[in-house]
């Protein structure tokens, strides 16, 4: 069948379950997708087709013996972020364009663990800092619905390939925005879970206080397989709520007649575009439609989120990303001369313009004298934000605003 | 916020980071209009505000102190872009006189 690629997640287990095709030639015609489609997108760093066969064959064996897991052959994508034991493991960065991962991330291993086949490693901004997918290493990513326009980022190749149908879903993650932007730009459903929700374990840190892994799918209920097969707690990941997972597929179904909305007056008179403005008021009339109510929330700090995450990010990235020294993996420069050089030499070479703007950034705002005025002020301001989010939790149910000030954008 | 070239060579030298001394007015002018942005917090008074280092009003859970993993320096060491008899190699960094 030429158009796997066009059914959900459940109609593909339904379509395992009662033997009409198997997970081979459901992997083997996303293999073929990906061949003829990808070299325009640019979505995959890695394509992982020997490994996807051979699982995808453990899948149809489980199957026929009746021992099928919730997502058994499914074929998913992982963002270039988590690391794959005995996979190239970039980052879409020069710096990890050589490591070959000696372990797998929590993430991975969830998903495997629920059967699903992994077609390869998506493209991303580098260390996931950015918006386009254009500070990849590995080439910038094509949005697949207009050629040469970007899918966002940063987990922009995850977006590509899902929206593209090159993947049933793709794991991404978002520190501030990087799942959902790209869902915005490539029209699908992104999920940036609950910090701690999703272990972080593998998962190439950027800032810890605000990286949360997550899924780029076609739907909602997409997003609820992926979700609920990648959450739960984990030992190794001293973050990760200890807490039970609901069952997301079941519950998506559920009635929401009576719940509240809130409306960011905030988001609401920032000068949107029309269409912008178009879209989300229909979604909002939607809602009204299915029994929801609708009022307007106040989240007075919101306009210091960006100056709040312009010091948070960069100040947890410059610590986080020290470990690239060219000593114990990774890139490492020609003849250094001295120990400094080393480092030097190979964080110059390593690491693209924004991820060094960064790490400079944020090696300023923690460093002696300037530490009080930007990261500590940063942190103080940072819980006003919160708090006015309790706040509007007291009233409501879900605030709903839109993703991104605009459409993609080329 | 004005950065002097001294700034930046010392925000460079501790962040390990070499940078050619060409791209410093384009590379003063980015970080320059970062603090720019970021100085809008000084706008609100947040004397008697409580830090929030972390998303998670959690603690620390402590585990038992027993050893979980095995000897893997093998595998681990794979990545190593110079190693010698399981150890990672690093230019000189004591001299011979001293």
């Known amino acids: 069948m030429e158009e796997f690629y066009k059914l959900s997640i459940k109609e593909k287990l339904k379509g395992l379950t009662e033997s009409t095709f198997s997970s081979l030639e459901l992997t083997e015609s996303y293999l073929q997708r990906i061949k003829k489609v990808d070299k325009k997108i640019n979505s995959f760093i890695t394509v992982l087709e020997d490994k996807a066969i051979e699982s995808a064959r453990e899948s149809?064996?489980?199957?026929?013996?009746?021992?099928?897991?919730?997502?058994?052959?499914?074929?998913?994508?992982?963002?270039?972020?988590?690391?794959?034991?005995?996979?190239?493991?970039?980052?879409?960065?020069?710096?990890?364009?050589?490591?070959?991962?000696?372990?797998s991330s929590t993430v991975v291993e969830n998903f495997s663990a629920n059967g699903s086949v992994v077609l390869g490693k998506t493209n991303m901004d580098e260390f996931a800092m950015g918006s386009s997918n254009e500070t990849s290493y590995f080439g910038a990513v094509n949005n697949p619905w207009r050629g040469n326009y970007v899918p966002g980022g940063s987990s922009g190749g995850s977006a590509a390939c899902v929206s593209a149908g090159l993947a049933a879903?793709?794991?991404a993650t978002d520190t501030g925005g990087s799942i959902r932007q790209p869902a915005a730009?490539?029209?699908?459903?992104?999920?940036?879970?609950?910090y701690g929700r999703v272990s972080r374990y593998g998962m190439i840190a950027f800032a810890s206080s605000l990286d949360q892994g997550g899924v780029l799918t076609k739907s909602a209920e997409d997003a609820a397989y992926m979700l609920k097969a990648m959450s739960g707690h984990d030992p190794k990941d001293s973050t990760s709520l200890n807490v039970d997972v609901p069952d997301f597929v079941e519950e998506i179904t559920e009635d929401i007649k009576g719940l509240k909305i809130g409306l960011p007056k905030q988001f609401f008179s920032m000068d949107l575009p029309d269409y912008v403005e178009k879209s989300i008021n229909e979604s909002i009339k939607t809602f009204e439609k299915l029994g929801v109510q609708v009022e307007d929330v106040d989240l007075p700090h919101i306009d210091l989120s960006l100056p709040i995450y312009y010091v948070i990010a960069p100040a947890e990235c410059s610590a986080n990303l020290s470990r690239y020294d060219g000593v114990k993996f990774g890139y490492r420069c020609e003849d250094p001369k001295d120990l400094d050089d080393l480092y030097m030499r190979t964080r110059?070479?390593?690491?693209?313009?924004?991820?060094?703007?960064?790490?400079?950034?944020?090696?300023?705002?923690?460093s002696a004298g300037y530490y009080d005025a930007y990261y500590l002020k940063a942190q103080k301001c940072r819980r006003l934000v919160a708090d006015d989010f309790s706040n509007a939790f007291k009233s409501v149910d879900f605030i709903l605003s839109p993703t991104a000030p605009d459409t993609a954008f080329p | 916020m004005t950065l002097k070239n001294k700034d930046l060579e010392q925000i460079a030298y501790l962040a390990r980071i070499n940078i050619n001394k060409k791209s410093f007015p384009s590379l003063k002018k980015e970080l320059e209009s970062i603090l720019e942005l970021v100085a809008k917090m000084d706008s609100v008074n947040t004397e008697s505000v409580v830090p929030m280092s972390h998303p998670l009003d959690i603690s620390q859970p402590l585990r038992k102190d027993e050893v979980t993993e095995k000897d893997d320096r093998k595998n681990l060491q794979k990545n190593?872009?110079?190693?010698?008899?399981?150890?990672?190699?690093?230019p000189k960094v004591i001299d011979e006189d001293a």
């Not at chain 1, 919730?70 to 710096?95: N, Q, R, Y």
């Not at chain 1, 490539?186 to 940036?192: D, E, F, M, S, V």
């Not at chain 1, 110059?348 to 923690?366: C, D, Q």
């Open chain 1, 169 to 171: 879903g793709a794991t």
């Open chain 1, 60 to 103: 149809d064996k489980r199957y026929k013996e009746g021992s099928a897991l919730p997502l058994d052959g499914i074929p998913i994508a992982h963002k270039d972020i988590f690391c794959t034991e005995g996979v190239l493991t970039t980052c879409g960065s020069k710096m990890l364009s050589n490591f070959v991962s000696p372990y």
């Open chain 1, 348 to 366: 110059e070479e390593g690491f693209g313009a924004e991820v060094k703007r960064r790490i400079l950034i944020g090696t300023y705002a923690l």
């Open chain 2, 80 to 90: 190593a872009p110079l190693k010698k008899a399981g150890l990672f190699m690093v």
């Open chain 1, 185 to 194: 730009l490539c029209g699908l459903t992104g999920i940036k879970p609950t």
